[in-house]
């Protein structure tokens, strides 16, 4: 009766292992369905969302199947378990028939001591007939409610629209731009604004080809921007602007082509005294410059004297475009500019060493003879300093100087006012007027400079001063001053 009821308990567990393993299988097709509805469900969620969750999707679907892959590994570990131990169990049991059979009872209860033994020990009563897993994947899934309405509250930012720059309020002055615009329309979300600009020698519209890359001007927070230091070596310069918001920058204004109107030239070396080193626009006094040569006597030595020293020969094109010229020669240290002034108005300036003991700026028709100094012709006009044993500032022309009672400037700006027939210099730095020429000019003029002992520095590329301008109206309104210097050529 005993063993009858361990071979019923052992047939009744048998039922259950098999049930169990029905249930687990159940499991592993449920496990693998529901994984399916998972990543289905979340192929849902992401098509609901737009593609920056892209990223995310292979990762949590990636965690959703090895999730799968341990699940139906504990669960078919399991499997195997329950396996082995039935297989234990159906030999205890048809042993345990073979047993019954035995008619011996000695052997018959021996058999039964056995098979008891083994009962107590079987494997299937040690396993726990619960999955270790269970076929839940509801905690795999997401939940995208919040990020929906984050979504759903997120207002796309339209392109911003043209600025339109306003040309009547932009101002070229003092080698500076300053330009404006504003938005067709009011846009509070327009976070700044970028400039961009390039110079170029074409009036209207800017070209392709041929042209400089635009310059950027970044995060401009205002609706009004000055670049300032400019070189204008150029007669234009193209500007354009754009608006930006934090998600996107819009279509650039119209470009606006504005004046850059200045004087720009270098000094030509071909024709300047030999004991002047010149270099593009500087002028140091070098004594040992004629040195190397034979001592020039009067016009005797003119075709040696004309000949240009190989160490500052230039190549430049508008020096040579404008032909040659004999060397300065003797006492005339000078060198001219390399570029004409044939109408309008000009401004340069110019900055002498503090030891020079000779200098004067002006200018000078062409024919300036190579022994002739700026001021004593009746074709050149400038204004000349001289520092040596005691300073003097004086204007010359036609051989005439008038003395300026006034401390000599650092720097000296002259503007020349062709068609008004006005010379002035000016201090650069204070822009006080220093002296003006009233004349005629008939012939075109080239700017000249003369130095002793020292170095002179010119600045070109500048527009005439506001302040120079302003003087210039006064001094016009009041009629002017005309200087006994002053000469109708």
């Known amino acids: 009766e005993t063993l009858q009821r361990i071979v019923s ?19 592993i097709s449920n496990v693998q369905e529901n994984s399916s509805i998972a990543i289905s469900e979340l192929d849902e969620e992401f098509d609901g969302l737009y593609s920056v969750l892209d990223e995310m999707k292979g990762s949590m679907a990636s965690t959703i199947q090895q999730e799968e892959a341990r699940k139906i590994q504990a669960l078919q570990d399991q499997v195997s378990q329950c396996s082995r131990a039935l297989e234990g169990s159906e030999e205890l049991l048809e042993l345990a028939v073979q047993s019954l059979d035995i008619k011996n009872p000695v052997e018959l209860l021996e058999a039964a001591r056995q ?27 997401v939940d995208f409610a919040l990020e929906k309405r984050m979504l759903q509250a997120v207002k796309f930012l339209p392109v911003p629209k043209a600025p339109e720059i306003d040309v009547a309020s932009c101002l070229v002055a003092d080698n500076c731009v300053t330009i404006s615009w504003r938005m067709p329309e009011e846009d509070s979300r327009i976070d700044h604004f970028v400039l961009e600009y390039r110079k170029t020698n074409f009036g209207g519209l800017p070209r392709i080809k041929g042209e400089q890359h635009w310059e950027v001007v970044d995060y401009i927070k205002a609706t009004q921007y000055t670049l300032s ?3 204008f070596d150029t007669k234009y310069m193209n500007l354009r602007v754009q608006a930006c918001n934090k998600a996107v920058a819009g279509e650039y204004s119209d470009p606006v082509t504005l004046e850059t109107k200045a004087f720009v030239f270098s000094l030509d070396s071909t024709s300047s005294h030999l004991n002047l080193k010149v270099e593009d626009t500087y002028i140091e006094w070098d004594s040992t410059g004629g040195k190397s040569q034979e001592k020039i006597k009067g016009k005797e030595n003119k075709n040696r004297s004309s000949t240009a020293s190989p160490k500052r020969s230039s190549n430049s094109p508008r020096a040579s475009a404008r032909g040659g010229r004999d060397r300065f020669a003797g006492e005339s240290y000078t060198v001219l500019g390399d570029t004409v002034v044939e109408s309008g108005q000009h401004y340069w300036e110019v900055r002498a060493q503090k030891d020079c003991k000779s200098y004067s700026v002006g200018v000078t028709y062409r024919n300036l003879g190579k022994f002739d100094q700026l001021g004593k012709t009746n074709s050149s006009w400038c204004i000349h300093v001289n520092n040596w044993l005691q300073t003097t500032f004086s204007a010359k022309h036609n051989n005439k100087a008038k003395p300026l009672d006034i401390p000599v400037p650092d720097r000296i700006g002259v503007y020349c006012n062709f068609d008004g027939g006005q010379l002035s210099f000016y201090n650069a730095s204070s822009k006080a007027l220093l002296y003006t020429f009233r004349t005629k000019f008939t012939q075109p003029l080239l700017p000249g400079f003369m130095i002793w002992c020292g170095g002179l520095t010119v600045s070109t590329g500048l527009q005439v001063p506001s302040a120079v301008k302003t003087l210039q109206k006064t001094e016009n309104g009041l009629g002017g001053s005309t200087s006994s210097l002053n000469n109708v050529a």
Do not use: C, W, Y
Request: charged fraction near 20%; aromatic fraction near 4%; avoid cysteine.
């Open 115 to 141: 098979i008891k033994d083994r009962v107590t020990v079987a494997s299937a009563f040690r396993l726990s007939l619960k999955p270790q897993v269970s076929d839940s994947m509801t905690h795999m899934m």
């Open 229 to 231: 230091g400019l070189k």
């Open 9 to 27: 308990t052992l047939v009744n567990k048998n039922d259950e292992i098999h049930n169990f393993i029905d249930m687990l299988n159940h499991t």
